[in-house]
């Protein structure tokens, strides 16, 4: 589970990044992030937040199980960045395929890509 500080959970603002949010894709996912203004509630920390539609996959066992992978991933790398993004994941339906590994390493590519 992400930390409290690192979870987008304002509607508002998770609609705000993802109609202006630039974005990057890969294969699997695709990363919708913007850098807001500063706020007190960010506190210079990454947020993020999953989306998983059920046009990707109508189990909600699968679609649960394909965030919890995601969570953990990105658990380890908002840590290891410090830079203050809004952060978008949209996983594609060839994203429940993965092993943890491989989500991690496709993360963490597209990550690096905007850092």
Same mark, same amino acid.
């Given at each position: 589970?992400?930390?409290?500080?690192? $979870?987008? $959970?304002?509607?508002?603002?998770?609609?705000?990044?993802? %109609?202006?949010?630039?974005?990057?894709?890969?294969?699997?996912?695709?990363?919708? /992030?913007?850098?807001?203004?500063?706020?007190?509630?960010?506190?210079? =920390?990454?947020?993020? !937040?999953?989306?998983? %539609? #059920?046009?990707? *996959?109508?189990?909600?066992? *699968? $679609?649960? =199980?394909?965030?919890?992978?995601?969570? *953990?991933?990105?658990?380890? /790398?908002?840590?290891?960045? $410090?830079?203050?993004?809004?952060? #978008? !994941?949209?996983?594609? %339906?060839?994203?429940?395929?993965?092993?943890?590994? *491989?989500? =991690?390493? %496709?993360?963490?590519?597209?990550?690096?890509?905007?850092?």
């Amino acid at each position: 589970m992400l930390f409290p500080k690192n $979870r987008l $959970r304002d509607k508002k603002t998770i609609q705000a990044l993802l %109609s202006t949010g630039k974005w990057i894709k890969d294969r699997h996912f695709t990363l919708k /992030f913007r850098l807001p203004s500063p706020s007190p509630a960010s506190d210079g =920390r990454p947020q993020a !937040v999953i989306v998983i %539609s #059920a046009k990707t *996959e109508k189990r909600a066992t *699968e $679609r649960n =199980r394909l965030r919890r992978q995601i969570t *953990e991933a990105l658990r380890h /790398f908002l840590d290891e960045y $410090r830079v203050p993004y809004q952060l #978008a !994941v949209i996983p594609r %339906s060839s994203a429940l395929k993965l092993s943890y590994g *491989e989500i =991690r390493d %496709s993360l963490h590519y597209l990550l690096k890509k905007i850092i």
